[in-house]
């Protein structure tokens, strides 16, 4: 069997030396007969019998196989058939390329170098066993041309120098054609098959800086970004002035969030072009891209609850749909905000990495986010979000699992980090169930001073601190560590709750009411409000006992002030008769009185009644008899004149 392949570089570099040429090694390899013939099965290979002078033990040292058919019965009486040499197999093909940017292509993000490529085909073969009659060399190159059309492009263009100016022609042409097709699929958005078409052309060493602009067309519409910048590269290898390779790459750039590089590569075409309107434009986008990343990151870190971040992240994403920065931020924006599932978060991180992960800039770019990631995962546990740092923890360790990487060691140590504060406070608490309250207040102590920045974590440390205080009957304390705690969380519902119930125990009712009904409000319970309807039912009994005393304070002035009265009336006054009445007219007046003010008459707990009798009863005594009312009399005559 015949074949031809590409010529290795080994070879190349010896022939280089040699000064032997791509035609001589050419015509050297094909140089076959006028016509001959193969049979049909084929025969073993058989030693020819060795007449005078034709050099048989030559050929044995050479180790020469000598092939010969049937047809050769058919020669003439002392005509002997010339042994032909079999010629040599072809070289192994030319190693595979390398990545413009500097790094070996993976197979599976380079077409070329897949094993699920078919291999090319060689331009003619012959498989034995199939007779051919007379054909030249001219015409097996013209048949096998139009079965194999797309494969003869890239084997021409490695030996175009020994076809001649006319197979030059000849697969520019085709080159030509196949590029016409890709630009017929590429506008009919059959991106695969234009891919597929442009693969020739792009393996030819002839190819021009049109054929890796257009593929990577077909790249970059597929969601191969890596392919897509490779390709530009290429073309601005071939032909620098490219400014549309220019603009794809800076674009691709900046949807990978590779902002500087993008901004270089725009920079650089900037200088060497005269019509900059579209390069000035997309450095624009790139600036604005760049500006709205830095601007969503410092949302983040300082209030990661702020829905204003979904909105501006949704401009972003449109921006750059595969920046590894705008997708962690995603992650962080739906974990928070929306409690995303942790699974989904990391299935579309992998079909992320599945595009991404080989490139080298946009790995040491995942690489430079390492801190960036740390601080969102700690801003994110100080701002509430217990379970939702741990998740992110989760997530991020997951996708990029390589311990050594900067992501891992940040991960790591946020990790760490937060299990010694959740270790810390549960060792105050299981001091605390355990009735252990003094060394619980040390341990809630201590954990305290792990972390001072983590305002949220720190409120719950004080609340329970307070708890604990209040089992030691430190009320006063606890009301203190209340207060502290509503200064660093002022919405953490507990903390109000429990300094009503500390207030209630140091008697100052007058902001518990207060204190309950904001509790009840930021998180209703129906605990809540059976303990609100009590401190309200205890608040109207107090009420009405505090009235009652007020009321019977007040009757014990007005019945002292009435006593002081009847104490500076007369006896004529006590019994509404005047100095000049008769005995008859005072006993008269003393009975009305009696009826009046007797205990009998007017109750046995009626204090005045009882006081106003006796001095009624002591009036009559005094006024009925002549003796003792004359000297009453004289005295209230004269009782001005004696000191």
């Not at 990661?304 to 750059?320: A, K, S, T, Y």
């Not at 207040?441 to 604990?468: G, Q, T, W």
């Not at 705690?485 to 207060?514: D, E, F, H």
């Amino acid at each position: 069997m015949v074949r031809m392949g590409p010529v290795s570089v080994s070879e190349w570099a010896t022939r280089m030396e040699t000064g032997d040429s791509l035609a001589d090694d050419f015509n050297r390899r094909f140089k076959l007969e006028e016509s001959f013939e193969l049979s049909s099965p084929p025969q073993p290979t058989r030693r020819a019998p060795d007449p005078p002078g034709s050099g048989g033990d030559e050929n044995e040292r050479n180790n020469v196989n000598i092939r010969f058919s049937p047809g050769r019965m058919n020669m003439k009486k002392g005509q002997r058939r010339r042994a032909r040499p079999v010629p040599p197999r072809c070289d192994p093909p030319l190693p595979p390329p390398s990545s413009p940017l500097g790094a070996k292509v993976h197979p599976e993000m380079c077409p070329m170098m897949s094993s699920k490529v078919a291999p090319v085909s060689p331009p003619f073969s012959f498989s034995p066993g199939i007779p051919v009659k007379k054909i030249t060399k001219k015409k097996v190159v013209k048949k096998v041309l139009k079965k194999q059309e797309e494969p003869a492009i890239f084997h021409m263009g490695v030996n175009s120098s020994s076809t001649g100016k006319k197979k030059k022609k000849k697969a520019r042409n085709l080159a030509s054609e196949f590029m016409e097709e890709g630009r017929l699929l590429l506008s009919q958005e059959r991106f695969e098959e234009a891919r597929v078409k442009l693969d020739q052309i792009c393996r030819w060493e002839d190819a021009v800086a049109e054929a890796f602009y257009l593929r990577s067309t077909a790249f970059w519409k597929t969601g191969r970004y890596q392919q897509a910048i490779m390709d530009c590269e290429r073309c601005l290898d071939l032909d620098p002035s490219c400014v549309r390779a220019r603009l794809r790459g800076a674009r691709i750039l900046k949807e990978y969030g590779l902002f500087d590089t993008s901004e270089t590569w725009l920079a650089n075409v900037r200088k060497s072009v005269d019509n900059i309107d579209k390069i000035e434009e997309a450095l624009r986008g790139v600036v604005e891209a760049k500006r709205l990343y830095k601007k969503c990151c410092k949302m983040l870190l300082e209030t990661p609850g702020c829905c204003q971040v979904q909105d501006m992240l949704r401009d972003l994403v449109e921006m750059c749909p595969t920046s590894p920065g705008v997708l962690m931020l995603l992650v962080v924006v739906d974990i928070v905000q929306r409690g995303g599932e942790g699974e989904e978060v990391k299935k579309m991180f992998n079909n992320w990495l599945k595009f991404t992960g080989f490139v080298p800039e946009v790995r040491k770019n995942i690489e430079s986010m390492s801190h960036v990631l740390g601080k969102l995962i700690r801003r994110v546990h100080q701002c509430g979000f217990f379970d939702n740092a741990f998740e992110l923890l989760t997530v991020f360790s997951d996708v990029f699992s390589d311990p050594c990487g900067d992501i891992g060691k940040a991960c790591a140590r946020e990790k760490v980090f937060l299990d010694g504060l959740n270790s810390a406070k549960a060792a105050a608490n299981r001091m605390f169930n355990r009735g252990h309250y003094s060394q619980a207040v040390h341990r809630y102590m201590e954990a305290l001073r792990l972390d001072p920045k983590n305002d949220a974590f720190n409120s719950i440390l004080l609340l329970n601190r307070a708890a604990a205080y209040m089992g030691l009957g430190n009320h006063e304390y606890a009301v203190s560590d209340c207060t502290l705690s509503l200064k660093k969380n002022p919405g953490n519902a507990k903390a109000y709750s429990r300094r009503a119930r500390a207030n209630i125990q140091l008697r100052k009712y007058k902001t518990v009411l207060a204190d309950f009904e904001t509790a009840f409000r930021i998180l209703p319970s129906e605990s809540l409000r059976k303990e609100i309807d009590a401190f309200k039912a205890h608040q109207k009994a107090s009420k009405e006992a505090a009235q009652q005393k007020a009321k019977a304070a007040q009757q014990k002035a007005a019945q002292a002030r009435k006593r002081k009265a009847w104490k500076k009336q007369t006896y004529y006054q006590l019994l509404g008769v005047t100095q000049q009445a008769t005995r008859v007219e005072i006993r008269k007046a003393f009975h009305k009185k009696a009826l009046i003010y007797h205990p009998d008459k007017a109750g046995a707990d009626d204090e005045d009644a009882s006081e106003m009798f006796k001095l009624v009863a002591e009036a009559y005594e005094t006024l009925r008899e002549p003796r003792k009312k004359r000297e009453y009399d004289m005295k209230q005559r004269f009782s001005s004149y004696y000191y």
